[in-house]
């Protein structure tokens, strides 16, 4: 399912997106927040990739390629996760190549996103964690309407520290 957004086209993710997705992920920075660590090679970012059209192909995911829609250039990634139909909730979430930080892409991708959860799909919520030191990506929620549900007191261990995980939540 393509999505559109005022500048931003949403593409399901494919094999082709394996160098765009290994040059987001494999930068340190961008992967400061993330639950895991840089991916350290293009064969990594291949299997993840895999692994991400598997769960499409098993109706329990959709990801997404952000390609601005003036020049296609690939902005980043998002997400609906842990697909549950019965209950009518999934996890979502985003990630953005830094070159684009600032340019609001994500709120906008995600505003899509949500629209499509509740009305293609007709779930009626969605979660999302963040690092609880992950500010802009915890006012990015907030701008969409997620609140704070919980703190996960030393939830992920990165850089040799356990860091605390924010859970939010959004009914739709």
Do not use: K
Request: hydrophobic residues 50%; proline residues 1%; aromatic residues 4%.
């Amino acid at each position: 399912m393509i999505l559109a957004a005022q500048r931003l086209t949403l593409a399901p993710l494919t094999l082709d997106d394996a160098p765009d997705l290994y040059a987001l992920m494999s930068d340190a920075e961008a992967m400061a927040f993330r639950d895991a660590v840089e991916i350290t090679d293009a064969a990594a970012a291949a299997d993840l990739l895999a692994d991400r059209l598997a769960a499409v192909a098993e109706g329990v995911a959709l990801h997404w390629a952000l390609r601005r829609n003036d020049d296609g250039a690939f902005l980043g990634c998002c997400e609906l996760s842990d697909i549950d139909r019965h209950h009518r909730r999934a996890a979502t979430g985003f990630l953005v190549a830094r070159a684009h930080w600032g340019a609001d892409y994500e709120l906008e991708a995600m505003h899509a996103v949500i629209s499509h959860a509740a009305q293609a799909l007709r779930l009626r919520r969605l979660s999302a964690s963040a690092h609880l030191a992950d500010h802009h990506a915890i006012t990015v929620l907030q701008q969409l309407g997620f609140r704070r549900e919980g703190v996960l007191r030393g939830a992920v261990v990165r850089d040799g520290e356990r860091r605390d995980g924010l859970v939010m939540g959004l009914s739709l």
